[in-house]
């Protein structure tokens, strides 16, 4: 399957953060548009393909998290676009706007609707005992939902950063229309080149063996 990008900015606001007492500015997020083609060609050429436009967000996950916590009891999301939210917003509320991302949808299958995805990523880093230490950027590559409808989305693609702004791991959650969700999890310089098998299914072709 092949994908092509053509990134645009959503934001050119940023936000600033105090890590480490270091005052550090990032950029919110950016709207992708794709082009997505999917051909099987093994074991036989098919004649099944087809071709769409998808939408994705590229979000920074500690502006994204930063005061949902502060802000949950009086609905308030952050990242927001529009009046309260209304074009999208990063919270429970899913139906209350034209698109949102839902942070209890993603890496623990725990229903609490009021973690955010910084809490989430960190609780998954540490049950994988994947070391946090100097943790900078996050970026969560996703598909929102429309109107509270959340479709497949069936890869989000966490990047995560040192201080120093290195790529340190690299988290592909993948969702397939089985209900089923597998994390592959990637570290710079750990078994790179090491093979290892499907976990979870995504393709439409996919044999019934």
């Not at 802000?71 to 009046?83: F, N, S, V």
Request: with cysteine; glycine share 6%; charged share 20%.
């Amino acid at each position: 399957m092949s994908t092509n990008s053509q990134p645009q900015r959503q934001h050119q606001a940023t936000e600033k953060h105090s890590t480490n007492s270091k005052s550090i500015t990032w950029p919110k997020g950016y709207i992708i548009v794709n082009r997505v083609s999917h051909s099987r060609f093994l074991p036989q050429p098919s004649s099944h393909s087809f071709v769409y436009p998808t939408l994705t967000l590229l979000l920074n996950v500690r502006v994204a998290s930063s005061t949902l916590k502060e802000k949950a009891e009086r609905q308030e999301e952050t990242l927001a676009l529009g009046p309260a939210g209304l074009f999208f917003g990063v919270g429970p509320r899913p139906w209350s706007r034209l698109t949102n991302v839902r942070p209890a949808a993603y890496l623990i299958d725990d229903g609490v609707q009021s973690r955010t995805l910084m809490e989430r990523l960190e609780e998954f880093l540490a049950k994988r005992e994947i070391p946090m230490d100097g943790l900078g950027d996050v970026w969560l590559l996703t598909s929102p939902s429309y109107f509270g409808f959340e479709g497949i989305n069936p890869l989000s693609v966490w990047f995560c950063y040192s201080m120093e702004k290195e790529l340190k791991v690299v988290l592909l959650e993948v969702h397939n229309t089985f209900g089923e969700r597998h994390v592959y999890v990637l570290q710079t310089g750990v078994n790179e080149d090491e093979s290892k098998p499907r976990k979870c299914v995504t393709t439409l072709f996919a044999d019934d063996d």
